[in-house]
Structure formats: structure tokens, C-alpha cells
């Protein structure tokens, strides 16, 4: 064979194709965003690499320019910086090893130990599971604060908004639920979106002292992280939420808080010089928080049975709920914790307001023995709190009316509780039948916390359970408060 004819069998499955690479190029950088120009295929969530090897997300597309969103830090951009598409959607690596640890919203270690290693990715804007996947909520989720289990139950797969002012405890709230998780198999994200460095620390710091950090993983994108990040913060920790809950775990997953992330969406979307809407707020941001939010479910047997519950933390300006993102979010979830201003200056921490409180799906998760015991506190508590009003106009009272009050008082002080301190689901039911059967009426206000500590302790010895009998509950009850009741009618 000559060279000519080599040549032609060489080439003979040469089939010539056009490979196109779009180039595109920066245009301007700065606040966290990019603009680029030259890449006529982008689409929105792409996500591009520049040069440098930092990343970005397609945030905004125009005819002439795409705006994107940086997710790394980097001095290296500027005009005329080459960018390319990646062909790929944001994702992070997922794997119980996240447990204990601190991560970015990219899943980057911000703990200073080693690096996530993980096979599997998990999109971090994924679908949410269909309807047929979907089950009831049955099982409940116990938060460890009285007033919550008891009046508000949560049940797993549930969305719970926590709302209220600036400073009233919401956190604590959500951090309480955490640390009550221990010894629950439930794993927990704490998600903290543009906080204050000194919070992000203390969150971390008190979920460790209280054992809650080994199965917790912390997503943190503080106030001075880059906007982008800030945004995708609790995508992330939705992903990683999904993940768990695809493996058949009950998962539980905190915002804190959907108010800054809204605030930051809205200044990354004017930065992009989208049109303004209410209250200034880009159109779109029901649809951002209805898409994070609709992922959080309880899933069947046949999909695993795992579940992801959502508490969602905003904040009120003077307690107004009325305000858009927090319509939006009361509309998106399946009820609301409030918290009250003046409940919390007048010392009944936490300074939950039962009337503006609701549970819409928790009940039917509640335990059949606390829900039916707490039905009967809670219209005592909503006739007392009427009452009450009458008395400050210094109305004349009937006795059985003074007896209510009297009573409504003492519960007051019964559902009072420090931050830190959750209580098991067998106390609720101990106080809540001494309650119902009157055991504290004869207890002064300033000795019911003795009473309930001595309940606390003659319960832990007692080893009885939420499904004993209620008779048996009632007797166990009045023989554990007997000595103290005749101690102070002596
Ligand atoms: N149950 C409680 N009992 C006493 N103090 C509380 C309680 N819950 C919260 N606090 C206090 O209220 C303050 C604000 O709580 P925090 O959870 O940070 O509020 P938020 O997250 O709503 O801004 C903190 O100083 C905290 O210690
Ligand atoms: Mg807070």
C-alpha cells in the first residue's frame, strides 16, 4: 500500500462535525454579581466558570447580557474575564459525614476540617416529591416547649412558620427543637442566612454544649457572605434535608431566617435591575419561597416513609404580620408560632400568643392521649385569657369566674419555661392531667414551679408511658404532688 492509500484508509471514518464552544466575556463585576455577555444558549440556574475557576449562577438573562450571581470569592474578574457554561446545575456533595459539621451553601467545610468527601451530589433546586409519593402527617414532632406540644403540636413533614419580632426568641425556639432531637433519630440542618457572625458562633456553640451538633450539620451564610450564597443557603440545606429524607430518615430543617434572605433577594434582583413589586420586592419571591418550602413532606412507606420538617423563622416589624413577605410565607405553610412583644416584656417566656397561633395538619400527630388532654386545658386557657380582660377594667366577678381566673393564672405559670430546658412528651401528659384534674388549684402561683419539678422527677422514676391508661396517670399524678399540696395548706 502507497502513503496515498494509507492516508485514505486512515480517514475512511472520519466524519467532519462542528463542535461549537461559546465564548463569552465579562462585561462588569461587583456587589456579587456579573455581567456577561457572548453566550446566546445560557439559561437561567446554569451555572458558568470564569477563568480563574470561580463559578457563578445565571440569575438574569436579557438580550443583550446575562446576569450571574458570583459564588466565590475572587478578585481575579474584571471586564473582558473569559466565561464559559459548565453544562451543569449547582449541587453539593451529601453524606452522613456532614453530620456535626459547619458547611457553606456549596458544601465547603467553614469548620476547619477536612473536606466533605462525598459519591453523591444532590442538586440544590430539585422537584418536589409528587403527590402520590406524599403521605398524611402522622408521627409527631416534639419540640420539648410545653405550649408548642401541647396547643401547637408539630408532626414530621410539617412547615411551621416561626414569627414574630426581632429579640422575642424565635431562635431559641428553633434551637430548643434541635436539642430536643437527641436520642430521636431525627437529623437536623440549622440553616442561618445573613446573621451576624457572633450569632452564627453562638448557635454553633450551643447546639455543641447541649450534644445536638452530632447530629446536626450548621449551613452558614452570614451577613458578609457573598449575596449569592446567602440566596442559595437554604436550597442547600433543603438538598441536604432531601437527601436524608429520600434515604427513609425523619429530617428537620431550620431557616433562620427567611426575612434577611427575602431582604437579600430583593437587593441582588435590583442590583439586576429587575422591575421592583411591593414593598419593592421582585415578583418572584412567593414563587422562591414556595418552591423551598413545598420540598419539605412526609413521604410513604413505599417512597421510604422518611419525612422533612421545616421551621421557617421571619420577622415582624411592631408585630404587623400584614406585610408582604410574611402574608406570603403565613399562606405557604401549615401554620404559625407568634410571638408577642408584650407576652415577652411581661415575663411568660417563650412569649408565645396562643390565640394567633395555629397548627392546621399537627393535630393529627399528636399522641391520641396529650391531644385529648390538651383540648380541655386549652378552652380553660381561652376563657381565662378572656376573663382576664374583664378584670383589668375592675369588673365584679362571679366565684366560678374568679375560680377560672384563678386557675388560667396558675396554668400561665405552668407554660412558662426557660430556653434550654425541653421537657419529654410523658411530662406533658403528667401536668397536663394534674391540670385537668384540678391537682394545682390548691397550689400557690409562686410554688407551682416546685410542683412541676417534683412531677418532673417522680416521673423519671415512674417509667410510665404516653399509652398507660389514664386512670393510671391520674393516681400516679395525685400521689406525686400529695405532699407538696398538704405542705402548703399546712
Ligand atoms: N424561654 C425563654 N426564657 C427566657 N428568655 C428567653 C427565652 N427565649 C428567648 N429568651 C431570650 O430572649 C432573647 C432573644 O432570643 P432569640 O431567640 O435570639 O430571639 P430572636 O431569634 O427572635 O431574635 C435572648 O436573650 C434569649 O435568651
Ligand atoms: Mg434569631
Known amino acids: 500500500m502507497g502513503p496515498l492509500a494509507l492516508q485514505a484508509a486512515w480517514l475512511a471514518d472520519y466524519r467532519p462535525a462542528l463542535r461549537l464552544t461559546e465564548q463569552g466575556s465579562v462585561i462588569a463585576v461587583g456587589d456579587g454579581i456579573a455581567w456577561v455577555t457572548g453566550l446566546p444558549s445560557a439559561a437561567i440556574d446554569d451555572l458558568l466558570q470564569f477563568e480563574d475557576g470561580s463559578r457563578a449562577l445565571v440569575f438574569d438573562l436579557t438580550e443583550e447580557r446575562i446576569g450571574a450571581i458570583l459564588l466565590h470569592e475572587t478578585n481575579a474578574l474584571t471586564a473582558g474575564t473569559r466565561v464559559q457554561l459548565t453544562g451543569q446545575r449547582l449541587s453539593m456533595p451529601v453524606s452522613n459525614a456532614l453530620l456535626g459539621r459547619v458547611i457553606d451553601p456549596l458544601g465547603m467545610p467553614l469548620d476547619g476540617k477536612e473536606p466533605i468527601l462525598s459519591s453523591t451530589w444532590q442538586r440544590l433546586e430539585a422537584p418536589s416529591p409528587p403527590i402520590v409519593a406524599r403521605d398524611f402527617v402522622h408521627q409527631p414532632l416534639y419540640t420539648g416547649i410545653k405550649i408548642i406540644d401541647a396547643l401547637i403540636p408539630i408532626g414530621k413533614g410539617q412547615r411551621q412558620l416561626l414569627i414574630g419580632d426581632d429579640g422575642l426568641g424565635r431562635s431559641s425556639i428553633a434551637i430548643d427543637t434541635v436539642i430536643n432531637q437527641r436520642g430521636k433519630n431525627v437529623l437536623c440542618i440549622y440553616v442561618l442566612i445573613g446573621q451576624k457572625r457572633s450569632t452564627v458562633i453562638n448557635t454553633i456553640e450551643t447546639l455543641r454544649s447541649h450534644g445536638a451538633l452530632e447530629y446536626t450539620t450548621i449551613v452558614a451564610a452570614e451577613a458578609s457572605s457573598l449575596p449569592g450564597l446567602q440566596h442559595l443557603a437554604p436550597f442547600s440545606g433543603c438538598a441536604l434535608a432531601e437527601f436524608w429524607m429520600r434515604q427513609g430518615y425523619d429530617a428537620l430543617v431550620i431557616y433562620d431566617d427567611l426575612t434577611s434572605h427575602a431582604q437579600n ?171 385537668n384534674d384540678r391537682l394545682f388549684d390548691a397550689i400557690p402561683l409562686e410554688s407551682i414551679a416546685a410542683a412541676l419539678e417534683v412531677l418532673g422527677r417522680q416521673l423519671r422514676q415512674s417509667g410510665l408511658t404516653l399509652d398507660a391508661p389514664r386512670q393510671q396517670w391520674s393516681t400516679a399524678a395525685a400521689g406525686w404532688l400529695q405532699p407538696l399540696r398538704q405542705k402548703v395548706q399546712a
Open 265 to 435: 433577594y430583593r437587593a441582588l434582583s435590583l442590583l439586576l435591575r429587575r422591575p421592583p413589586g411591593r414593598e419593592a420586592y421582585p415578583g418572584d419571591i412567593f414563587s422562591v419561597h414556595a418552591r423551598l418550602l413545598e420540598r419539605a413532606t412526609c413521604l410513604n412507606a413505599t417512597h421510604g416513609g422518611g419525612s422533612m420538617t421545616a421551621l421557617p423563622i421571619i420577622e415582624t416589624k411592631q408585630g404587623e404580620i400584614a406585610t408582604y413577605i410574611p402574608t406570603n410565607l403565613i399562606s405557604i405553610t401549615d401554620g404559625q408560632v407568634y410571638l408577642d412583644r408584650a407576652l415577652f416584656a411581661g415575663g411568660f417566656r417563650p412569649a408565645i400568643d396562643i390565640g394567633r397561633s395555629v397548627s392546621r395538619i399537627g393535630g393529627q400527630a399528636q399522641h391520641p392521649r396529650i391531644k385529648e388532654e390538651a383540648g380541655h386545658m386549652k378552652l380553660d386557657y381561652l376563657q381565662f385569657l378572656e376573663l382576664e380582660i374583664f378584670t383589668r377594667f375592675g369588673a365584679r366577678l362571679e366565684a366560678s369566674m374568679e375560680t377560672a381566673i384563678a386557675r388560667g393564672r396558675r396554668l400561665r405559670e405552668i407554660l412558662k419555661q426557660e430556653r434550654l430546658a425541653p421537657v419529654p412528651a410523658e411530662f406533658q401528659l403528667a401536668w397536663l392531667t394534674a391540670f
